[in-house]
């Protein structure tokens, strides 16, 4: 009778306890590391600080259908004794399961199409670094996620209950030989349904993604999935959500998964810079610096050269086109790059995130001419976005931004990842 009571008493207080004990996640959050080969942005492939030096890394990837990892598929199962994920055993999806599906829906133009047989789930599999495809098997993984209360990350409550499982794209190592040496694959954070965004239902939180970028390679940056709030250590009292202005997302199709924002001009001390009404911005991880189709380029060099006429010209460096000297540059340094966005607020981009110091003494305008037959007549690019809090609002389809945060006087490297207990 007496084991009876304390059974009766522990799940009464269980019952108490545990919601108001978890409420308090809501979030998952992931470092975000800097790639010093490509400049771009990379996470530890088990999405949580780096439990080993040789663990290698995921490229962030804002606009893949699904994540790609370099893995091998069990499609031979004659005489392999039952197993699970937990054991490392993974088997590719059928053809009739709606994560397949899906996935086989998206294509990429830039891809030879694939003659799908149906007798396990085939995709065409792409490199966003060395631009190459190879066909691989979808199939699942487990993700052992960072939670959040916003200030550390904790392996949470939910951790007692295990591991968490996602779609994920088997890739051969053929995809992966032309991306740095640490770099296997990417992780999908796009529009997509079987995009991180999308696949983490355990969170009790609206469809959400803030990004913070770190500028240096020394420091961590961060990913938040879910509602927040977002606590950086320079002002612990801040949540950065607050201090955010937003304009709408757009998607150019039903089968487009990049995110867009639409503005309305760009202007330099006030100045008018020549872009065609409501141009679309696309926002991409995959291109260290802003590319601008060549009349919209052109028009940048020269008003950002009338705006700064005062600071002696340099010899430009590839890939830019202006150049400026570091030196003489000053303490007021360069002038802001405003865009309108179509709400009627400004993203600010301060020199911090215009000017890129390429040494000898030159600083040049990170901005790079795609030509003249560009798909999209402007995508920026991961320089622009560094050190800026973005919110990327899905279920609302809108963007809310910050700006620099430098100029507030912190960094995307402010999170504090030190673990604590859930």
Not at 310 to 336: E, H, Q, R, T, Y
Not at 344 to 355: A, D, H, L, Q, T
Request: charged share 15%; glycine share 8%.
């Amino acid at each position: 009778m007496h084991l009876v009571t304390i059974k009766i008493l522990f799940f009464i207080l269980a019952s108490l306890i545990s919601p108001n004990a978890y409420s308090q996640y809501t979030t998952s959050v992931i470092p975000i590391t800097k790639d010093e080969a490509t400049s771009l942005h990379k996470l530890a492939r088990s999405f949580r600080l780096r439990s080993w030096d040789g663990e290698p890394y995921l490229l962030l990837d804002l606009e893949a259908p699904f994540t790609e990892k370099q893995c091998s598929v069990i499609t031979n199962t004659t005489d392999i004794p039952p197993c699970g994920l937990e054991e490392g055993c993974r088997f590719p999806l059928k053809c009739d399961n709606p994560s397949c599906q899906e996935a086989e829906s998206y294509f990429n133009p830039t891809c030879p199409a694939l003659n799908f047989t149906c007798e396990k789930c085939e995709v065409t599999s792409f490199n966003p670094v060395s631009n190459s495809c190879n066909v691989s098997l979808m199939t699942t993984d487990l993700f052992n996620a960072y939670l959040t209360d916003g200030r550390n990350p904790s392996l949470g409550p939910n951790q007692p209950f295990g591991y968490y499982e996602y779609v994920i794209s088997c890739a051969s190592k053929l995809l992966v030989v032309s991306s740095p040496g640490n770099i296997t694959g990417v992780a999908a954070f796009s529009w997509s349904g079987l995009a991180f965004p999308r696949k983490l239902s355990f969170l009790d939180s609206a469809e959400k993604l803030a990004l913070c970028l770190p500028g240096t390679t020394s420091g961590l940056g961060v990913t938040f999935l879910g509602d927040g709030p977002y606590y950086f250590t320079s002002d612990p009292n801040l949540d950065l959500g607050s201090v955010l202005s937003y304009t709408p997302m757009i998607r150019k199709s039903s089968k487009s998964l990049g995110y867009y924002i639409k503005i309305n001009r760009i202007s330099i001390k006030g100045a008018l810079i020549s872009v065609p009404k409501s141009s679309s911005v696309k926002l991409s991880s995959r291109v260290p610096y802003t590319v601008l189709r060549s009349d919209i380029y052109n028009a940048l060099i020269a008003g950002f050269s009338k705006a700064t006429v005062n600071i002696p010209k340099v010899p430009a460096v590839k890939p830019f086109g202006l150049c400026l000297k570091d030196s003489a540059i000053g303490l007021d340094g360069v002038p802001k790059i405003d865009l309108e966005t179509e709400s009627g607020k400004v993203w600010s981009i301060s020199g911090e995130n215009s000017m890129k110091r390429v040494g000898n003494g030159a600083a040049c305008l990170a901005f790079v001419d795609g030509g003249s037959r560009v798909g999209d007549a402007i995508v920026m690019g991961t320089f622009q976005m560094e050190d800026n809090f973005l919110l990327f609002d899905l279920g609302n389809q809108k963007l809310g931004f910050s700006s620099s945060l430098l100029s507030r006087g912190t960094s995307c490297s402010k999170f504090n990842f030190t673990e604590v207990a859930s």
